[in-house]
T-cell receptor, first 112, second 110 residues
Framework: SAVISQKPSRDICQRGTSLTIQCQVD?????MFWYRQQPGQSLTLIAT?????????ESGFVIDKFPISRPNLTFSTLTVSNMSPEDSSIYLC?????????FGSGTRLTVV | KNEVEQSPQNLTAQEGEFITINCSYS?????LHWLQQHPGGGIVSLFM???GKKKHGRLIATINIQEKHSSLHITASHPRDSAVYIC????????????FGQGTRLTINP
């Protein structure tokens, strides 16, 4: 299965600032998913990122708040923009291959 | 009602006990996944099931397609098994997107 390197693992940010999270995959994958996990909750899909096209956002998530880049088949970034304390969550990327789903190690974001 | 329901939500047991976590789903699936999330937040895929039963070490996962039900069993539980276990349905109607259960927080005491 694929191996994902996700950075940063955690960060504490001031409200109003932005944070960019990176995921690097050790193999080429078509689809990459970005999730948010709020405290005590399960995972919620933010968007699906395909290389060479605009990301597809789920209901309740917009590109201005969570811009995503997918410059090639092994890399993607998610930016959390103009952060507020409500954005404090774990953010994870995930890919799917023939062997199943692989998840990044997560980014624990705290907004103060 | 959630499309993927897990029970129990929380489970505390003593080391060595046999553990069962249940998952029921209402969507049509191409596969059912069991995931493990440790306190640091990272998620590991344990099993991908489309039928029958799979075993890996002390972990066993079963699925009954007709009843739309899956179970995860842990034999001879150990404190290092303490984690959140998440059931997720891979539904053909949702492309490759997973539909997640709410998770079961398992604590194994020594």
């Amino acid at each position: 299965s694929a191996v994902i390197s996700q950075k940063p693992s955690r960060d504490i940010c001031q409200r109003g600032t932005s944070l960019t999270i990176q995921c690097q995959v050790d193999s080429q994958v078509t689809m990459m998913f970005w999730y948010r996990q709020q405290p005590g909750q399960s995972l919620t899909l933010i968007a699906t990122a395909n290389q060479g096209s605009e990301a597809t956002y789920e209901s309740g998530f917009v590109i201005d708040k969570f811009p995503i880049s997918r410059p090639n088949l092994t890399f993607s970034t998610l930016t959390v923009s103009n952060m507020s304390p409500e954005d404090s969550s774990i953010y994870l990327c995930s890919v799917v291959t023939g062997a199943g789903y692989t998840f990044g190690s997560g980014t624990r974001l705290t907004v103060v | 009602k959630n499309e993927v329901e897990q029970s129990p939500q929380n489970l505390t047991a003593q080391e060595g006990e046999f553990i069962t976590i249940n998952c029921s789903y209402s969507v049509g699936i191409s596969a059912l996944h069991w995931l493990q999330q440790h306190p640091g937040g990272g998620i590991v895929s344990l099993f991908m099931l489309s039928s029958g039963k799979k075993k890996h070490g002390r972990l066993i996962a079963t699925i009954n397609i007709q009843e739309k039900h899956s179970s995860l069993h842990i034999t001879a539980s150990h404190p290092r098994d303490s984690a959140v276990y998440i059931c997720a349905a891979q539904a053909p109607s949702r492309a490759q997107k997973l539909v997640f259960g709410q998770g079961t927080r398992l604590t194994i005491n020594p």
